[in-house]
């Protein structure tokens, strides 16, 4: 199939969900659809509100605050270790795909498809970044071989179903959701090992980790259950359309779980490297 980019004049209008297009319409979430226009007036639309407005905001600030980490991990350190480094990279490289989707999905189906396939497949390929990260400190030798060998075959498969043997935009969020929670497994496996460890080992002096492991966990659990299930907009179709529906929870409980994931590696460095 080709795809042909939209142009970047023309105007937009915000819609009901009976006006919209059908590709654009999500269940249960009934205003603030913004449709047609060129590419200029869609980037604009960041600084209007309809209901991807969050969506967009909530991806520059996890790109920002990740920056900000990363300073401050080079501040204290003097140098960058690789985890942190990959931690940043599964953000900032994702992030301007994301930002593109929310934005420009009420050009066109086309355009929808595009920016729809380039931000899973990064979502997906930043599951081997983060996956490394978070390995970095907690495996060695032949455990952490076989670990990303594994985790490499569950990236495989995910593209394959998303990508391949079923186009991405023909997925109900459901199954979507139930795909991207095994690279989710994965990768946050060395957390749960750390955790465990932690958890037996210093259980006498410290939690270490745990409350980290437990964080990540539960923003995940939060935002799956929240994605899959269309919650809270199916409680009361119409009431959170451009605030609190369930896309907007996953982006901010990831945003939470990232910051976490950062403490995470901060503990575990300066165990690694004591200062």
């Not at 297009?21 to 509100?49: C, D, K, Q």
């Not at 420009?104 to 086309?110: A, K, L, T, V, Y």
Request: net charge positive.
């Amino acid at each position: 199939m080709e795809w042909t980019l939209p142009p970047w004049g023309g105007e937009a209008r915000i819609m009901r969900a009976e006006q919209a297009p059908r590709y654009l319409r999500r269940e249960w979430i009934e205003s603030g659809y913004r449709v047609g226009g060129g590419m200029l007036a869609a980037a604009r639309s960041l600084f209007t509100f309809h209901n991807e407005t969050i969506n967009a905001w909530t991806m520059v600030f996890m790109s920002s605050t990740s920056t900000l980490l990363l300073v401050y991990v080079k501040l204290i350190f003097e140098y960058v270790p690789l985890p942190f480094a990959l931690l940043w990279m599964s953000v900032v490289t994702h992030m301007p795909f994301s930002v593109a989707l929310h934005l420009f999905i009420g050009i066109s189906e086309d355009s929808r498809k595009f920016w729809r396939t380039c931000d899973i497949f990064f979502m997906q390929f930043n599951s081997l970044l983060l996956s490394a990260a978070f390995a970095y400190y907690v495996m060695d030798g032949l455990c952490i071989i076989l670990y990303a060998a594994c985790a490499f075959v569950v990236f495989l498969r995910t593209v394959y179903v998303t990508m391949i043997r079923t186009r991405i935009w023909r997925l109900p969020k459901p199954e979507l959701a139930r795909e991207m929670s095994y690279l989710v497994f994965t990768y946050c496996s060395p957390l749960v090992v750390q955790g465990v460890k932690d958890l037996v080992l210093l259980w006498n002096v410290s939690l270490g980790v745990l409350p980290h492991v437990i964080g990540v966990i539960f923003c995940m659990e939060i935002a799956y259950l929240c994605y899959s299930k269309h919650l809270p907009e199916k409680w009361s179709p119409g009431r959170f359309d451009l605030v609190g529906n369930s896309h907007q929870i996953l982006h901010v409980m990831g945003l939470v779980a990232h910051v976490l994931q950062w403490a995470f590696l901060l503990e575990l460095h300066a165990r690694t490297y004591p200062f």
